[in-house]
């Protein structure tokens, strides 16, 4: 500011200066051959005056700086020469129109300048209301999807708790056929024991062969089933996992959505992150989050048929192991049935054999007596023979 002061001062100077020299030149021109003496005074006043002028111009060009702005204007003016009343009017008209076209100039910039502010201040003000609005609709958004996942989870808590019940009525079922697997195995050892004709290929024989061979197809297919429920069991583990997962995500990101729709302009918190508007936008979790519970369905879907068909298969194994058990039952009981009659003929025709045999033994008693009785006669009968060939012939 003293710089622009002393610059202005000197201009002044230099102008009010050139302003007498070419008010003293006119009036010198004006006044003809006849004002000579007075032309010669004024010479040498504007001679004195020019030195003094000269004198006042390298005192104040010695005060300045050798760098300053007024300085060299200074030496410039010294250099250049007298201008007309009328040119000097015309630099400062121009001068003045300069001036009032920057301040125009100036004044619409600023007008423009402050239309922009204002424009950018609404437009910055609408994106932080759009920006809170859209917060807002994404935690509602995340709580949604956190509520449909810890349904989901839920569903799957229950799903796994029913399908390790099925799965252990399946190993106690596979359990409970060793018992009636034994049975019949003991049960045909023991009719191997029998001798000469019984050993005969009856059925009750087939049917213990048949329910040895029904139970360990049984058994067979309960281990392939328990094999699928625990294949089936590690499926849902991971599924169940990746909800976890998702669940704890989507909790953070919540937490965060929350943090960002409390923080206002007014915030203690708030710093300049380099580099925040350069981040990649990440594919949309909503898309992700929808496949994965629809995934999951279909998953518990297949578990909840699994778990069906191990119960039919339980049921039908149990119809089917009871049939053929009821029917070797009743194979073995009409074996006994018919060995018991069988026993009982046998013991009447023994019976009935025995009196027979009595009987025979009785009557070979009798004729024992009788041949014994017929003795006296027969020896009376070969004496009177003897006797009579002892005749003499005449």
């Not at 026993?343 to 009788?370: C, P, V």
Request: one cysteine or more; proline letters at 1%.
């Amino acid at each position: 500011r003293e710089m622009f002061t002393e610059f202005s001062i000197v201009k002044l100077s230099v102008n009010l200066n050139d302003l007498n020299l070419s008010r003293k030149t006119s009036e010198g021109e004006n006044g003809g051959d006849d004002a000579a003496s007075v032309k010669s005074n004024k010479d040498d006043q504007t001679t004195e005056t020019k030195q003094e002028n000269k004198k006042n111009l390298q005192q104040q060009s010695a005060a300045l700086p050798a760098w300053s702005a007024a300085r060299r204007s200074a030496r410039r003016k010294k250099a250049t020469t007298a201008i007309s009343q009328e040119e000097w009017k015309k630099i400062n008209d121009e001068k003045c129109k300069r001036a009032d076209m920057s301040r125009h100039k100036s004044s619409k910039s600023r007008a423009e300048a402050s239309k922009i502010r204002s424009k950018e201040e609404a437009e910055t003000l609408s994106a932080q209301e759009k920006a809170d609005h859209r917060l807002k609709e994404r935690l509602e958004e995340t709580m949604f999807w956190t509520e449909e996942v810890e349904t989901e989870i839920l569903a799957w808590e229950k799903e796994n708790t029913v399908l390790a019940q099925v799965r252990k009525s399946l190993v106690h079922a596979l359990r409970q056929t060793s018992g009636p697997a034994r049975l019949a195995d003991k049960c045909i050892r023991h009719r191997e024991d029998r001798v000469g004709e019984d050993q005969v290929l009856d059925e009750v024989e087939e049917n213990l062969i048949i329910e040895i061979e029904n139970i360990r197809l049984w058994q067979l297919r309960f281990k392939m089933a328990i094999e699928q429920i625990e294949f089936q069991e590690s499926e849902n583990t991971v599924v169940l996992k990746s909800l976890y997962r998702d669940l704890n995500v989507m909790a953070r990101a919540a937490q965060i959505d929350a943090s960002c729709s409390r923080l206002n302009n007014k915030s203690n918190k708030l710093t300049n992150h380099t580099g925040a508007d350069y981040v990649a936008i990440p594919a949309s979790w909503e898309v992700h989050t929808q496949a994965r519970i629809t995934d999951s369905r279909k998953i518990r879907e297949w578990s909840q048929q699994l778990r069906s068909d191990i119960e039919t298969l339980i049921r039908t194994a149990c119809t089917d192991l009871t049939k053929q058990w009821k029917k070797t039952n009743t194979s073995i009981k009409d074996n006994i049935e018919s060995l018991q009659h069988s026993i009982e003929k046998i013991k009447e025709r023994l019976e009935n054999t025995n009196q027979e045999l009595k009987a025979q033994g009785k009557e070979m008693d009798d004729l024992k007596s009788s041949i014994a009785a017929k003795g006296p006669p027969l020896k009376l009968a070969q004496t009177r023979l003897s006797m009579r060939t002892q005749r003499t012939l005449r």
